[in-house]
């Protein structure tokens, strides 16, 4: 086993919309490429959360529709943060990962992949591992990301 990544990270609400590329060389070909990727807090359900995430948020909608947006904003019961993951191979895309799960593992292997992943030869050359951050309502979001091959 040989691990290529093993990082961990705080994101703030500054970094939404933005994303984190982490890039590592496999130099023989794998039998097997595993991520190991989870991150919190989920949701916040916090009065003083939710109004503050309303204030923030409500503002990237044009003026005609706010306060129609701030009624249903405020039904909510949950916010929920959403940190995608995606890979790419030297060819390209090899699959991502867009669910609500905080903890997920991820394998791509010649012959099976997880679901929205692509299964193939694990070859050498570089890749490239993705993390979008498309929400973060709560004040930060700890992140730890895993990559290694067998």
């Known amino acids: 086993m040989k691990t290529y990544i093993d990082a961990k990270g705080i994101l703030t609400r500054d970094c939404m919309k933005s994303q984190i590329i982490y890039q590592f060389f496999v130099d023989k070909p794998l039998n097997g490429l595993y991520i190991s990727f989870y991150y919190y807090p989920k949701s916040t359900s916090e009065q003083q959360q939710k109004k503050l995430i309303c204030e923030y948020y409500i503002k990237e909608y044009p003026d005609a529709v706010q306060s129609e947006y701030k009624k249903e904003i405020e039904k909510e019961e949950y916010f929920y943060n959403l940190l995608t993951l995606s890979i790419d191979d030297d ?10 799960w905080m903890v997920d593992e991820i394998v791509i ?12 030869e694990i070859k050498e050359g570089n890749w490239k591992v993705t993390i979008s951050n498309h929400a973060i309502l709560t004040e930060n979001v700890t992140y730890h990301i895993k990559v290694w091959g067998t």
Do not use: L
């Open 91 to 100: 060819k390209g895309f090899r699959g991502s990962y867009h669910k609500h």
């Open 109 to 120: 292997e010649k012959e099976s992949a997880t679901k929205g992943f692509i299964a193939g």
